[in-house]
């Protein structure tokens, strides 16, 4: 059976580039994009595009049914940072659509979901190096709760179900195609922009405050991949990993390239909630269960956003 793919939030970060890569393997009409607003006007030219609200489940059900879908992608959410500030509204916007997801895959309209969570699952008593696949969490943010919620309720819909559902815990992700959607590790996205336009950068976190990141393709390889791989005996939401670094690592790196970048510190809330992540992650489960390993090091990611970059400013 050909591979028909909905990916509700793909004009957002990861979502946009997902989307992209998607239809280079499975083909430009067999991949729908949706949103609750517009996306880039590649995403937009390059495939089918509809207009969608997450939170509406006749909607998706109506897109399902229209393009003959069998594997959603769930990207629509409110990330750490934004979430903060409206509590209620990121719990709305990250649980009842993946409820309306699920509840889809439990009338069997589709095969396989793809919904995404993330290290914010992780919380100050979890460990901070290597942190395992499965340990205590206990987050302390709105998206970190609702990200320990959404893998309790895949499971259980897998379980009891038998809904096929695939998760991959993201550490933050590094792209220079698509602007940071307000998560606590936008940083390493904003540091690259101001070095290239003002030669200095401010950082809202501290100097020393190491966290787990990710270029933006080795993200999506890893998102297919989980989705391309046989059934898996259980729900499992895999940690993920590539490389952990603080702002002055990066900055440093930067400066190989820009010997004027300047950086300078003014840690904001943002830095409590990095502070409740751990600082590196065990993801050997995914190597071992799917193949999975990351490409880009530290040299790599800081070499190629630059160039990425070159022609913007």
Not at 242 to 257: H, M, Y
């Amino acid at each position: 059976m050909e591979t028909k793919i909905l990916i509700i939030g793909a004009s957002g970060q990861i979502g946009t580039e997902l989307t992209l890569k998607l239809r280079k393997i499975y083909g430009k009409k067999n991949v729908v994009a949706a949103d609750i607003r517009n996306g880039n006007y590649e995403v937009m030219e390059s495939g089918p595009f509809e207009i969608l609200d997450a939170l509406k489940k006749k909607e998706i059900i109506r897109v399902v049914k229209k393009h003959k879908i069998n594997h959603i992608y769930l990207m629509a959410a409110m990330l750490s940072a934004i979430a903060e500030k409206k509590p209620k509204k990121a719990w709305s916007l990250n649980m009842n659509s993946l409820f309306n997801v699920l509840e889809i895959g439990k009338a069997k309209l589709v095969d396989k979901i793809f919904w995404p969570s993330s290290i914010a699952v992780f919380g100050p008593d979890s460990p901070k190096k290597n942190a395992p696949q499965d340990t205590i969490m206990n987050p302390t943010t709105v998206y970190g709760i609702s990200k320990v919620a959404g893998e309790n309720w895949c499971n259980y819909y897998n379980v009891k179900y038998g809904v096929d559902v695939r998760t991959v815990r993201y550490p933050g992700i590094i792209s220079y195609k698509t602007n940071p959607g307000g998560g606590t590790t936008d940083y390493a996205v904003e540091i690259f922009h101001a070095a290239k336009k003002y030669k200095a950068y401010k950082s809202f976190l501290k100097e020393d405050a190491v966290l787990p990141m990710m270029y933006m393709e080795d993200a999506i390889d890893a998102t297919i991949n989980v989705m391309q791989h046989d059934k898996f005996e259980k729900y499992t939401p895999y940690n993920i990993a590539a490389i952990s670094f603080d702002p002055a690592e990066i900055a440093k790196e930067i400066k190989g390239f820009i010997p004027e970048f300047e950086i300078s510190y003014k840690p904001d809330n943002r830095q409590k909630i990095a502070e409740s992540w751990p600082q590196t992650i065990d993801d050997s489960q995914a190597r071992k269960d799917w193949n999975w390993k990351h490409n880009y090091e530290l040299k790599d990611l800081v070499k190629t956003m630059l160039e990425g970059l070159h022609f913007t400013y």
